[in-house]
């Protein structure tokens, strides 16, 4: 073969190679409500491009459904992240499957609950925060045991945690709270070469709205007014979440920490 061809042939090579490469060949990664919308799209993505995932979630069926259609490199863990011995089972069997390492964190069980002030009650504010807020605060200190240099904590917030709304109000407080920990929590671990930034996502397509304990004619309404007041006029998917997660977690974004994302259509910028 002539040089140039030769020299060619190598430079495509290395570039399919570089192309192809998993970003997370090697790592080992947590997703707290791994069994379902977001979550569900992030542990396939990160087991498809070469992590050994935990998938964490309350219910043990489904849990252990995305566990196994993963396959080998995913454990599936049943438990509540919304309580500290919840999140000590998570974060054991982390250890366990991981050998002791953790590279990437997404600290993404949530839930919503809609309605006026009024409405919300003590046993509300606690049941939510206790997952939205206390979870991710927790499921951050007791992951950080895990993790070291080069390791990626991503939080999910929500757009809502920067926009008023009515009938938000609680879950908006709890997510401003999440991209508030963005920022305290960047700055804490810098210094261990951990970064930790937040993925804001708009109103995407999932289970949340039905399990919010609104009518069907309640959801309905919702997500038509929403679908109209978003700029491109539409709900996102999961996998377009996924995506913005994966790159924030990557060494693509080894500048970034403290940093919010967001995934929303244009909602939160104009
Ligand atoms: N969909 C949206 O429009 C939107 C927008 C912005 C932000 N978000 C945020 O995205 C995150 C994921 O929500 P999603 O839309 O993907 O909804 P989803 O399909 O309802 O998923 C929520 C996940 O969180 C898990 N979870 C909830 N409470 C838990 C607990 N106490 N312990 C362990 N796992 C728990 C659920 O597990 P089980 O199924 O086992 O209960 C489920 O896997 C949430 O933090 C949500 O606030 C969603």
Not at 25 to 47: D, E, H, Y
Not at 83 to 111: H, P, S
Not at 167 to 195: D, H, Q
């Amino acid at each position: 073969m002539h040089a140039p061809a030769l020299r060619s042939k190598i430079v495509r090579s290395l570039f399919h190679t570089h192309m192809n490469a998993p970003r997370f060949q090697g790592k080992v990664a947590l997703v707290t409500g791994g069994n379902s919308g977001i979550g569900l799209a992030v542990a396939r993505a990160l087991a498809d491009e070469g992590a050994r995932v935990v998938v964490a979630g309350r219910n043990a069926e489904t849990v252990a459904a995305v566990a196994a259609g993963i396959g080998k490199a995913a454990l599936g863990v049943a438990a509540d992240a919304g309580r500290l011995d919840g999140i000590d089972r998570i974060v054991a069997a982390t250890r366990e499957f991981g050998g002791g390492r953790l590279d990437v964190l997404f600290a993404n069980a949530g839930v919503a609950t809609y309605g006026p002030i009024a409405s919300i009650s003590e046993a509300k504010w606690d049941e939510l925060m206790g997952v939205n807020l206390k979870g991710v605060y927790f499921t951050v200190q007791k992951s950080l045991t895990l993790m070291g240099q080069g390791g990626a904590i991503v939080l999910n917030a929500s757009v809502a945690a920067s926009k008023g709304d009515p009938g938000g109000s609680l879950y908006a407080a709890s997510k401003a709270g999440v991209r508030s920990l963005g920022r305290s929590l960047g700055a804490e671990l810098v210094g261990r070469g951990i970064r930790v930034n937040v993925v804001s996502p708009g109103p995407i397509e999932t289970p949340i709205f039905k399990r919010a304990g609104m009518s069907a004619e309640a959801e309905a309404n919702l997500k038509s007014a929403w679908t109209e007041r978003n700029p491109m006029k539409r709900f996102g998917t999961p996998d377009e979440v996924a995506a913005a997660v994966l790159f924030l977690a990557s060494d693509a974004a080894s500048y970034m920490t403290g940093v919010e994302l967001l995934v929303d259509g244009g909602r939160g910028s104009f």
